[in-house]
């Protein structure tokens, strides 16, 4: 037997246990509680919490000729989303367009919905995800709540949102789950366990319904939601009951030699592409493995893969790895495919860590039409910043250090393959200058005056040849630094490490030339990346 077939059995058939911070044999108890919202037909969602008449009609948000959301009175009559506008005209002739081009009003909801999350979560446990996915790490709420249970009588429990203010909270029944269940069931058992993960995802389904009747009752937004033990699977279990329903995935999560866990029975039907972090591409890999044909679009389940003869970390590390591939992603696979996730809940800053504004063209190919997009480009830009970065009371609450500007030219026909084409993207950066704050300027002046005396020579160093033709231009602002101001005590290496890590991350992501030195928050002046340390302890003194 060879090492992926005995791991295979190991993992296919003894006990697993899931979603927990240390090793696989962590206790029961030690399991952490995550929460998956997911907004319904959130664009769309936003534009009827503005205008309440178009709950009842077909309403499709429009970005260039498609269809990026629709609610679900239009999917009721046959749209969908990511669809051609003249196939949904042509097919719901009474469909209602809206422009969803200017992201601005979904990037507020989204804020203000994750503001009121976070504050009910304890310790802000709580991960955005673009703009309508958030994930919850409710772990300590949970248990808090289970101790106080009265086991007597649970159907009139009180749910304590607040450990210092015993009235904050709601009254709930805990002999029942609230929402739906993988697998089915009617009721809970009549002696319940209140140490058992059961009884810890009960309580949590209740969380999870305040939660979502708040977001509904207080701003407006329905939303599905997930309860387990993991990322991977509260998101999963949570796309059971949409829209505005939510699913709990019952124990047992461990597989015993007579039978599997009710998390493989439930991974096990999916088809791969639907499983979280496993893309098209991986997914194409693993159907070309299995079915021994190119370009195959079989259906192919978790269970066809996880039992596939010899398949097991080595073997997915041979069939997944390669250039451009995640170090490790053979036994990465190999848990997902058996629901074992461990990643944390990383906690949002309600600060961006970059703010870009980008756009693509059939064709941009002279310097005239260049200059008039950075500048359109520019103006968003600075609105942007603005929205995010300025509080109540006019001030900068982060600025932003550096201004990088990227392109994507369109190589000569037939020069090259799509998908080299797709990731093309070059790109410079310099620092951003100072008056892009100044409040009393009009934007569009600020826009004008950004282009011409910073972005145009970038450009002019991206694209020295005469000739070129661009399909995207891309504008950001990075390396963003709180402002110093009341909180000039804050650690300074903290904030010099913020900037030197976000470049990390630029030059990364980017083919950027990394920054020679960087601004000091505290005195402004600027610093070469060998004088950091000794910069830090000058003002440390
Ligand atoms: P749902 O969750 O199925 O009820 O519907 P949505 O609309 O919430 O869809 P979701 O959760 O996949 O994405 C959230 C929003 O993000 C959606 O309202 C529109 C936008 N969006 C989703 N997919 C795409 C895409 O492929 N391109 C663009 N531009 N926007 C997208
Ligand atoms: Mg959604």
Not at 112 to 135: I, P, Q
Not at 290 to 306: A, H, I, M, P
Not at 493 to 520: H, I, N, R
Request: hydrophobic share 35%.
């Amino acid at each position: 037997m060879d090492i992926d077939s005995q791991f295979s059995t190991v993992l296919g058939r003894t006990s697993i246990f899931i979603g927990t911070r240390s090793s696989p044999n962590t206790p029961a108890m030690a399991q952490n509680i995550i929460l998956h919202l997911d907004y319904d037909c959130f664009y769309a969602s936003v534009f009827e919490v503005e205008q309440p008449a178009l709950r009842s009609l077909p309403l499709a948000v429009q970005q260039k000729q498609i269809v990026v959301t629709c609610n679900y009175e239009a999917r009721r009559r046959g749209l969908h989303k990511l669809q051609l506008i003249k196939d949904a005209k042509r097919i719901c002739p009474d469909v209602v367009i809206v422009l969803g081009e200017d992201l601005t009003k979904f990037r507020n909801a989204s804020k203000e919905l994750y503001l009121l999350v976070r504050a009910l979560v304890w310790g802000g446990r709580v991960e955005k995800l673009g703009f309508d996915e958030l994930f919850l790490d409710v772990t300590e709420m949970i248990d808090y709540n289970v101790e106080m249970l009265n086991p007597n009588d649970l159907a009139h429990s009180f749910f304590h949102l607040d450990r210092q203010d015993p009235t904050e909270g709601f009254i709930y029944d805990a002999s029942q789950f609230c929402g739906s269940t993988f697998p089915v069931t009617e009721v809970a058992p009549a002696t319940p366990d209140l140490s058992s993960l059961g009884m810890r995802l009960l309580v949590a389904s209740h969380l999870q319904g305040h939660i979502r009747s708040k977001l509904e009752h207080q701003i407006g937004f329905t939303a599905t939601g997930g309860i387990s033990t993991s990322k991977l699977l509260a998101k999963l279990v949570g796309s059971v009951h949409k829209p505005n329903g939510q699913t709990t995935l019952l124990p047992p999560y461990e597989s015993t030699p007579e039978e599997d866990s009710n998390v493989l029975k439930f991974l096990d039907e999916h088809e791969i592409r639907k499983i979280p972090g496993i893309g098209s591409r991986m997914a194409q890999k693993l159907r070309t493995h299995l079915t021994g044909k190119e370009d195959s679009d079989e259906k192919v389940t978790v269970r066809d893969v996880r039992l596939f003869p010899g398949m097991g970390p080595a073997s997915l590390e041979k069939i997944l790895g390669g250039p451009g591939s995640a170090k490790g992603i053979g036994s990465k696979m190999w848990n997902v495919l058996h629901g074992v996730d461990t990643s944390e809940i990383l906690e949002g800053r309600d600060l961006p860590t970059q703010i870009s504004i980008e756009d693509s063209y059939g064709r941009l190919d002279t310097l005239e039409a260049v200059r008039r997009e950075l500048v359109v480009l520019s103006r968003s830009l600075i609105r942007r910043m603005r929205t995010d970065l300025v509080d109540e009371t006019s001030r900068w609450r982060a600025h932003p250090r550096t201004l990088r500007l990227s392109t994507r030219p369109r190589p000569p026909p037939g020069s090259e393959t799509g998908r080299t084409y797709q990731s093309n993207r070059i790109s410079r950066s310099v620092p951003l200058p100072g008056f892009v704050f100044h409040l009393e300027e009009h934007v569009d002046a600020l826009a004008e005056r950004l282009v011409q005396e910073s972005v145009l020579s970038m450009f002019r160093r991206l694209h020295p040849d005469k000739s070129w033709n661009l399909s995207l231009l891309n504008l950001a602002v990075t390396n963003l630094v709180e402002s110093a101001g009341e909180q000039q005590s804050r650690d300074i290496g903290k904030m010099f490490q913020q900037q030197v890590e976000a470049e990390v991350d630029v030059s990364d992501e980017w083919d950027d030339e990394p920054l020679a030195s960087l601004d000091c928050v505290l005195c402004g002046y600027p610093i070469p990346l060998f004088a950091i340390e000794a910069h830090q302890m000058y003002h440390a003194q």
